[in-house]
């Protein structure tokens, strides 16, 4: 678990976020690296790193969601995870299809697709932009359907 005090410390999320801008470098545009980094469970490790980083400032009563550094954060996972989606090219010869396909499945299970709902809560509106332009590129992989009614309630009025 993620002690309280980090996810409360500027500095540490700050960090975060350069880590993961870093990654973001190494990984997108290189389907090696994408393919190396999903093996080993980079996606899985991304998306527990993001559900565990919600109930820590939950159960606090603060909220990473009303720490700007925090939200930062939580976006750049986000964004990561989606840029990745994007390089999967829909067309690969049979060698690289199979490796295609255990990345849309490690990028698209429900803790990713869960992401988006849980950052629009936040109150910036251009936060709700880039999340919603998010679930728009996710939506052929996660099935937002139901969620429609509160994301009108979140985007209209975000109390």
């Not at 728009?136 to 992989?141: A, K, T």
Request: charged share 15%.
């Amino acid at each position: 678990s993620i002690d309280p005090w980090l996810v409360e410390s500027t500095v540490w999320l700050k960090m975060k976020q350069k880590e993961l801008y870093a990654l973001g470098g190494l990984l997108r545009g290189n389907k090696n690296a994408i393919y190396y980094f999903n093996s080993i469970g980079g996606p899985s490790t991304l998306s527990h790193f993001f559900q565990k980083l919600i109930p820590v400032t939950e159960n606090s009563g603060s909220s990473v969601l009303s720490n700007p550094a925090g939200l930062k954060l939580l976006t750049r996972v986000l964004m990561l995870g989606v840029d990745l989606l994007a390089d999967l090219s829909p067309t690969q010869n049979n060698s690289g299809e199979s490796a295609d396909g255990a990345i849309l499945q490690s990028l698209t299970t429900q803790e990713w697709c869960s992401m988006p709902m849980k950052i629009l809560s936040s109150r910036s509106a251009n936060i709700q932009r880039q999340t919603i332009e998010t679930m728009v590129q996710m939506s052929s992989h996660c099935d937002f359907a139901n969620d429609v009614l509160q994301i009108e309630a979140l985007v209209e009025d975000p109390e």
